[in-house]
């Protein structure tokens, strides 16, 4: 009962706050990558109807925001990512009939739509591209970067974060375009006004088809350093010589004025070589920039720099830092999102909890994690039910370009399949891209029809069917932390505190709302730990509101017995 009134009094607390309180803020993110979440017409890839069949689903695991991954029309060398046509829709997911349909559905079930927009460079098929390379004179030659080479060399050293250089010369002459990803993906240049008009006029007919907003695809990299300095050969990641260009931030001040204030939107920033040094002018509410970026240090913790084959260890003091560090952007009246993976990162239990023994446990713990930490949670298609990580037995199993073109490159240096393939099996984004398990039926209840890419064969035991039926599953574990976020305006708009910031192996935090606080308690290790609150926290009073361990007796005292993976949320009385 005491629980109750406080959450009434809190409600009302935050609703006299009202230029604070955002939906965005308040809402609950599902990102879903669509050529992998449900076929429906049997042709192995996922599509809108697909996605249209499952909102009820999505709608029982609390999200109301689905972020949809690039759907427009593509000619798919990096999946999507190289946009032919902006307003079309590609035809593997529906036509744009279909998507207008899955908005309205969706907004009739509560459900807002944003789209991931990649605005730093189109297709080498885009229109504005074929007219641009077929004549210099055209006036689309200047919607891109052409640079002369020198001497049969590319105009500097700069590298795609793709692999190989970043410059690709024209068949026929000695004009250089810049790509910072694949070679078929040219860097828009937004220096030219009819560039950014361009791009403001697609992102209107978007929203005026009712989306709620965008995640920003590449957003740091859209102004550049056109004096194109070589950068120095050294260990910093690429991103950092890339991002934050000199006029990045009038860029988004004219996108808010032509459009956004328009609009009552949520736009996230893809935060590539943001750190929290700049991240402030991205998000600070009276710039009028952005919502929110995705803390990429904490997404890039396990991988060294320059090196995606690599792998890097990390350990929970460092992890904590940085989330600690980007919370601190509350302190400039700002906001941002909290995300543990998404179609770009493997697995996040593969990263940062445990496949194996501990799988339900470590799932949960990190679901804890994300729903009661600062920011707007982002939750990836699949993490809800533990999916993990894929081995395929041969690199021609895999998609991603990022894949193919490394592997292109090492095996010049004698780099053999096998040692290939097992970076990739931790580090490749097909990792997260594996069709999503619905079923134990065949194809993982994804499609009728062989997919697109391999089902991961443990959807025999993890799907969500089968963790419908389980009280205790991961799924049900997440519909009640994302129901506890909700209905507590605590988790949302609280004060953030690490109470233990240099404890090993358990992050312990509290949030605190007017007189409500809520301590969370999580064991990020296998090793079962005795946790000891410390001063002032051992003497409050303490009411378990949340703990992945269903036979959790309520302890007394100030010593916390943590199992491995344990979490635990407690409101302090
Ligand atoms: C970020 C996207 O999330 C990723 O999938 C894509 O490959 C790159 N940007 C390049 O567009």
Same mark, same amino acid.
């Given at each position: ?34 050529? /992998? ?18 909102? &009820? ?6 999200? $109301? ?34 998507? %207008? ?10 459900? !807002? ?6 605005? @730093? ?13 077929? #004549? ?5 030659? $200047? ?38 990803? +694949? ?41 550049? $350093? ?14 950092? *010589? ?35 040094? @700049? ?9 009028? %920039? ?16 320059? &090196? ?11 992890? !904590?830092?940085?989330? =600690?560090?980007?919370?601190?952007? +509350?302190?400039?009246?700002?906001? $941002?999102?909290?995300?543990?993976? =998404? ?36 939750? *990836? ?7 993990? =990580? ?14 193919? =073109? ?44 062989? /997919?697109?890419?391999?089902? #991961?064969? @443990?959807?025999?035991?993890? @799907? ?11 799924? #049900? ?18 004060? *953030? ?67 491995? *993976? ?8």
């Amino acid at each position: 009962m005491k629980d109750q009134v406080s959450i009434q009094e809190l409600q009302e607390q935050v609703s006299n706050q009202q230029s604070y309180k955002k939906w965005w803020k308040e809402c609950v993110v599902y990102q879903i990558y669509p050529r /992998s979440f449900k076929d429906s017409n049997g042709d192995g890839i996922g599509d809108f109807s697909g996605i249209l069949a499952k909102l &009820d689903y999505i709608a029982s695991v609390g999200a $109301n925001v689905l972020c949809l991954c690039s759907i427009f029309d593509s000619p798919n060398d990096n999946i999507g990512y190289d946009i032919r046509d902006y307003r079309t829709i590609h035809p593997d997911f529906g036509t744009l009939e279909d998507f %207008e349909a899955l908005v309205e559905t969706a907004r009739k079930k509560g459900l !807002k739509i944003i789209l991931d927009l990649p605005i @730093n460079h189109t297709s080498t098929r885009h229109v504005w591209f074929q007219a641009a390379q077929q #004549n210099p004179n055209s006036p689309y030659r $200047n919607y891109y970067h052409w640079k002369r080479g020198e001497n049969g060399k590319p105009p500097n050293n700069w590298q795609s974060f793709f692999v190989g250089n970043a410059w690709t010369k024209l068949d026929g002459s000695d004009d250089y375009y810049l790509h910072l990803f +694949s070679k078929t993906q040219v860097d828009l240049n937004w220096e030219n006004p009819q560039v950014r008009q361009e791009i403001y006029r697609i992102m209107r007919f978007w929203l005026d088809k009712g989306i709620a907003g965008f995640r920003l695809d590449g957003v740091s990299f859209i102004s550049k $350093n056109l004096d194109l300095p070589n950068h120095l050969i050294d260990n910093r990641h690429l991103a950092t *010589y890339y991002a934050n260009g000199p006029q990045v931030h009038q860029y988004l001040q004219e996108m808010h004025q032509e459009l956004l204030k328009e609009y009552d939107v949520m736009m996230v920033g893809e935060g590539l070589g943001i750190d929290l040094k @700049n991240a402030p002018k991205y998000v600070s509410d009276e710039r009028k %920039e952005l919502q929110m970026v995705y803390p990429f240090d904490l997404l890039e913790i396990d991988r060294p720099k320059n &090196d995606f084959y690599g792998v890097r260890m990390w350990n929970l003091l460092e992890f !904590k830092h940085i989330v =600690n560090k980007w919370n601190r952007l +509350s302190e400039h009246n700002a906001w $941002n999102a909290i995300m543990l993976g =998404n179609h770009d990162f493997p697995r996040m239990l593969s990263r940062f909890g445990d496949e194996g023994t501990h799988r339900q446990a470590s799932a949960k713990m990190l679901a804890t994690f994300l729903l009661t930490q600062w920011g707007t949670p982002f939750l *990836y298609q699949g993490d809800e039910i533990g999916m993990s =990580n894929i081995r395929f037995n041969s690199v021609d199993d895999y998609k991603d370009v990022w894949v193919k =073109n490394a592997y292109e490159k090492l095996k010049k240096y004698n780099v053999t399949e096998s040692a290939f393939l097992k970076a990739v099996y931790t580090n490749g984004r097909d990792n997260a891209r594996t069709p999503f398990q619905w079923s134990d039926e065949a194809n993982a209840g994804f499609s009728d029809k062989e /997919s697109w890419m391999s089902v #991961n064969a @443990n959807y025999e035991y993890i @799907n969500v069917k089968d963790e419908q039926k389980d009280a205790n599953s991961i799924l #049900n574990y997440y519909k009640k932390a994302v129901r506890l976020r909700k209905v507590n305006p605590t988790f949302v708009y609280g004060d *953030y505190v690490d109470i233990d910031p240099y404890h090993e192996t358990v992050f312990a935090y509290k949030r605190k709302l007017g007189d409500d606080s809520v301590l969370v308690v999580l064991n990020f290790s296998r090793k079962p730990t005795l946790y000891v609150l410390e001063v002032p926290y051992r003497f409050y009073y303490r009411s378990l509101l949340l703990c992945n361990y269903t036979d959790r007796e309520e302890e007394k005292g100030p010593e916390l017995s943590l199992r491995p *993976y344990e979490a635990r949320v407690y409101r302090l009385l």
